[in-house]
C-alpha cells in the first residue's frame, strides 16, 4: 500500500510541476511574440508579474555577430530574451528563450 501511495504522491508531484512549466512556457512564448509588434523594441529590461504568480522579465539589446559565425543581416537586429521565474517548495525555477528580431517593424 506504501508503495502505491508513493507512487501516485511521485504522479501528482510530476503533474503539477508539468503545469507550472506549461504556464511558464505559454506565458514566455507570448510575450516573445509581443516583443516589437506591440511597441517597438528598446534596449533595457521589463519585467512583471503573472496573475498565476510567475515572474518574467524581458531583456532588449543591440545584436553583436559572434567572432567567426558566418551571418549577416540587411536590416538591424535586436537580441530578446525572455525569463519566466517561479518557485516550487522554496526550489527556484526558470524557463529561458532567446532569439533575434528586426529592429523595428514598422
Excluded: C
Excluded at 508513493?6 to 514566455?28: D, K, M, W
Amino acid at each position: 500500500m506504501g508503495v502505491v501511495l508513493r507512487i501516485q504522491s511521485n504522479g501528482v508531484r510530476a503533474a503539477t510541476i508539468n503545469g507550472e512549466y506549461g504556464e511558464a512556457v505559454t506565458l514566455g512564448e507570448s510575450i516573445l511574440a509581443q516583443a516589437g509588434v506591440v511597441s517597438d523594441l528598446k534596449n533595457g529590461t521589463t519585467h512583471g508579474r503573472s496573475p498565476g504568480g510567475l515572474v518574467w522579465q524581458v531583456t532588449v539589446d543591440d545584436y553583436q555577430a559572434v567572432e567567426n559565425v558566418q551571418f549577416s543581416s540587411t536590416v538591424p537586429l535586436k537580441s530578446v530574451r525572455v525569463q519566466v521565474a517561479w518557485k516550487r517548495n522554496d526550489e527556484s525555477r526558470l524557463f529561458d528563450l532567446w532569439t533575434l528580431k528586426p529592429a523595428s517593424l514598422r
